[in-house]
């Protein structure tokens, strides 16, 4: 299904976004690298009404100057789902897109259901002109101290998932988020580097879609053989 760019206004500006399906409303928050359309949310879209901010300054579109840090940002995609879509919303970030889902998470519970980490943290891309926005947000370029001191008290059910063979986001980060996240299950995608979406697209549909339909029973074999033992 082919995504519609649209805008909306908010309290500190216009905000441009991309929507593709319909259903079940689900928010994907991109990396440091921009939007990027994907087999996963292409794929995403023909299950659920996809929507795809652009965090301002990103992909060419202009910033907005009363909005300087993650916790800001975080605040003003919780607005952008109580106007769009006027109620909780699955939640999906992928790397810096990661870390600003935990923010959203952590500000406006209220907003999120589901929440699915894809290899989540903030890093230096070589996109120069959005690696420009990163210190804009006070993205910190290693342990984001004041969110960890946050995460412990998000009980949304949360996905994490990490590449086997990502070589920018260490094994021991994804660890750390799981062991202070009450509710979340971290699962590894063999052979993907730090680009989930473009190494394994399959394997990763097929998790986040099972999560997100299945809730905890996403871990249960869904197969003939499960149905109809024997």
């Known amino acids: 299904m082919q995504a519609q760019a649209r805008k909306v206004s908010l ?15 689900i928010v994907y928050l991109h990396p440091a ?4 359309w994907t087999r996963v949310l292409e794929g995403l879209s023909k299950s659920f009404a996809l929507h795809v901010p652009v ?15 993650m916790q800001g940002l975080a605040k003003l995609l919780g607005e952008f789902i109580d106007k769009v879509i006027g109620g909780p919303s699955d939640l999906m970030g992928c790397s810096f897109g990661g870390c600003v ?40 370029d290693d342990t984001d101290a004041e969110l960890l001191g946050k995460i412990a008290s998000i009980d949304k059910l949360t996905l994490i998932l990490h590449g086997t063979a990502d070589r920018m986001i260490p094994k021991e980060s994804v660890q750390l988020l799981k062991s202070r996240m009450p509710r979340s299950y971290l699962m590894y995608v063999w052979d993907a580097a730090h680009a989930i979406e473009v190494d394994q697209p399959e ?3 097929s998790l986040v879609e099972s999560f997100l339909q299945r809730s905890e029973g996403f871990m249960v074999n869904w197969g003939t ?6």
């Open 101 to 140: 889902a935990l923010w959203l998470a952590a500000e406006r519970p209220d907003r999120v259901d589901h929440l699915v980490l894809e290899c989540p943290a903030v890093f230096r891309p070589k996109e120069l002109a959005n690696r420009r926005m990163l210190p804009h947000y006070r993205a910190p």
């Open 11 to 25: 309290s500190s500006g216009e905000l441009t976004y991309f929507i593709a399906g319909e259903g079940r409303p």
């Open 33 to 36: 690298g921009g939007v990027r």
């Open 203 to 205: 394997r990763m549909l």
């Open 225 to 230: 053989l499960a149905v109809n033992p024997g």
């Open 55 to 69: 965090v301002p300054g990103f992909d060419g579109t202009s910033a907005h100057g009363a909005v300087k840090s």
